[in-house]
């Protein structure tokens, strides 16, 4: 690179690099949505010709390489003459893939929104933007550079932002998306359409996968790479839809379809050949929000209503999505579920703002966020791309033992709670609340089968052994609490309800850590 080039690019860099807040209060939607196009005009050539719409034109660049999704890639623009809108025959509107235009293969297109005065930023030599395209999302900019005595053009660069739409990229060249290659034909690009199936597609019902699982932090991360969703009180689903048939998955790989028959029939009704969804299947109490007793009682024949929120979208009519990026996965999962059945909808997200979203949710009652990096892909197993902040304890606890009662007919006075660390049952408390009459006569019927002499904590205290009963550590049970003590026991504990779909086992101590240290590595 050039000394002139480096000394652009630092300037970019640091441009870029400003405050976020500051940025945003800039932009300045205009009074009507602009049109922008990307065209390859010949697969010969190596760049590709960005125009956006202004005054009644398109100001015009041919781009080297092509526009990156890679803030580090910046890619060397030179400006060429404006084009009539008339001559393209987009009138101010974004073309459509079937349209033709002039000859060249269309590589993108969208509508473009400048950040403050747009005529201002040509002026002083730096355009700042965002695009909604098929391709190129998020914030872009274009810098001048300083023109010598021999150039007849101006020179720019083109460079993306580090926010939710990033893509880092290993070779420096900007990578296709969901099988599109660099340059298609109009017609081509109507055929790759996300929700288009790929080739002839399977109708078959694709096999389980194991879900993406998030690591436990203080509070969310902050930086507009990371995506913000609510946190269910639910049952995580894993959703498998081919050749009309439906099958629903536990997180362990249960079969659990007709237990949740009215989502099944829900998910019949989607308009695909086949499917693999990710979401949480919840019951809603009359304030919106996700209640696992609610979803107990609908799982024993009562009449509440389920709904299942789709976070994430894993394979769609024959084609694997894992591999794209997060926010990839979730605009085409959007326009899946832009009206979907009763019983099924799209779990929303918020770019950046994690601190601002996790408060919000505290104060409405909700179970806290998950935080999840926009440009990761799909990995089944803990991460730490995905992490969730709670706002108040909810988790998943071993039986290991209960106390007997003094009150006649009570089979139990309390539960004896605990969670492994490793191998090592920990014992982390007991509760007594939260049980009605049939749940206990149920509870005190399943213990009765799983009677044990010795304590299968490690760490039991000696005034709890002394009227505790054992039992073998199978069961898990849902518990609400305020917060741990610091010697790791709950306070104002609260049971919810059993949970089947996991074993004991997997009940493991997740010690809540600062994000910046869990994301030191990912976020490199």
């Known amino acids: 690179m050039s000394l002139g080039l480096q000394r652009a690019a630092f300037r970019m860099e640091r441009t870029l690099k400003a405050d976020p807040e500051k940025q945003r209060s800039q932009r300045q939607p205009p009074a009507h949505p602009l049109s922008f196009i990307v065209q390859k005009p010949d697969d010969r050539l190596s760049h590709f010709d960005l125009r956006l719409e202004l005054d009644g034109v398109l100001k015009s660049w041919a781009v080297s390489q092509g526009p990156s999704l890679d803030p580090e890639q910046k890619r060397l623009a030179v400006r060429t003459e404006d084009h009539v809108m008339q001559s393209t025959g987009l009138e101010g509107s974004i073309p459509k893939p079937q349209v033709s235009l002039d000859g060249h293969g269309l590589w993108d297109a969208g509508h473009w929104r400048p950040r403050g005065d747009p005529r201002d930023g040509l002026r002083r030599g730096l355009l700042r933007f965002d695009l909604d395209g098929t391709r190129l999302k998020g914030g872009f900019a274009l810098l001048r550079l300083a023109k010598t005595a021999r150039e007849k053009r101006e020179n720019w660069l083109l460079v993306k932002e580090g926010d939710a739409y990033a893509r880092r990229s290993k070779d420096g060249a900007e990578q296709p998306r969901s099988g599109l290659s660099m340059a298609r034909t109009p017609a081509q690009l109507s055929a790759d359409r996300a929700l288009g199936p790929h080739g002839d597609a399977e109708t078959r019902l694709p096999r389980f996968v194991a879900p993406q699982l998030a690591t436990l932090v203080a509070s969310p991360p902050k930086g507009d790479e990371w995506l913000h969703e609510i946190k269910y009180d639910g049952y995580r689903a894993i959703a498998a839809l081919g050749g009309g048939r439906v099958r629903i998955y536990t997180r362990s790989g249960q079969d659990w379809t007709e237990k949740f028959a009215s989502v099944a029939r829900a998910l019949q009704k989607l308009p695909v050949q086949n499917a693999l969804l990710d979401g949480e299947i919840v019951a809603l109490d009359k304030q919106g929000r996700s209640r696992f007793g609610?979803?107990?009682?609908?799982?024993?024949?009562?009449?509440?209503?389920?709904?299942?929120?789709?976070?994430?979208?894993?394979?769609?009519?024959?084609?694997?999505?894992?591999?794209?990026?997060?926010?990839?996965?979730?605009?085409?999962?959007?326009?899946?579920?832009?009206?979907?059945?009763?019983?099924?909808?799209?779990?929303?997200?918020?770019?950046?703002?994690?601190?601002?979203?996790?408060?919000?949710?505290?104060?409405?009652?909700?179970?806290?966020?998950?935080?999840?990096?926009?440009?990761?892909?799909?990995?089944?197993?803990?991460?730490?791309?995905?992490?969730?902040?709670?706002?108040?304890?909810?988790?998943?606890?071993?039986?290991?033992?209960?106390?007997?009662?003094?009150?006649?007919?009570?089979?139990?006075?309390?539960?004896?709670?605990?969670?492994?660390?490793?191998?090592?049952?920990?014992?982390?408390?007991?509760?007594?609340?939260?049980?009605?009459?049939?749940?206990?006569?149920?509870?005190?019927?399943?213990?009765?089968?799983?009677?044990?002499?010795?304590?299968?904590?490690?760490?039991?205290?000696?005034?709890?052994?002394?009227?505790?009963?054992?039992?073998?550590?199978?069961?898990?049970?849902?518990?609400?609490?305020?917060?741990?003590?610091?010697?790791?026991?709950?306070?104002?504990?609260?049971?919810?309800?059993?949970?089947?779909?996991?074993?004991?086992?997997?009940?493991?101590?997740?010690?809540?850590?600062?994000?910046?240290?869990?994301?030191?590595?990912?976020?490199?």
């Open 294 to 524: 609610l979803l107990q009682q609908g799982l024993k024949g009562g009449e509440t209503p389920l709904t299942y929120y789709v976070f994430d979208l894993l394979e769609l009519n024959g084609r694997d999505l894992r591999k794209e990026p997060l926010i990839r996965r979730k605009e085409i999962l959007e326009k899946l579920l832009q009206s979907p059945p009763p019983g099924i909808a799209y779990s929303a997200h918020v770019v950046g703002h994690g601190d601002e979203m996790f408060a919000k949710s505290c104060r409405m009652g909700l179970e806290g966020v998950v935080c999840k990096r926009a440009d990761k892909p799909y990995l089944s197993q803990r991460t730490k791309s995905w992490l969730k902040a709670k706002c108040s304890g909810n988790d998943e606890f071993v039986i290991g033992g209960y106390r007997v009662s003094n009150k006649k007919g009570r089979p139990f006075a309390s539960l004896l709670l605990g969670e492994y660390v490793g191998k090592d049952l920990h014992y982390r408390g007991r509760v007594g609340t939260g049980f009605d009459a049939a749940l206990l006569e149920e509870l005190g019927e399943r213990l009765s089968h799983l009677q044990r002499k010795t304590s299968p904590f490690v760490d039991a205290p000696r005034d709890i052994g002394r009227d505790a009963r054992w039992v073998e550590p199978r069961l898990v049970a849902q518990i609400a609490y305020t917060e741990r003590t610091a010697d790791d026991r709950l306070r104002h504990p609260a049971y919810l309800g059993l949970r089947t779909d996991k074993p004991a086992k997997d009940v493991q101590s997740q010690p809540a850590k600062p994000w910046r240290t869990v994301t030191r590595r990912t976020t490199r």
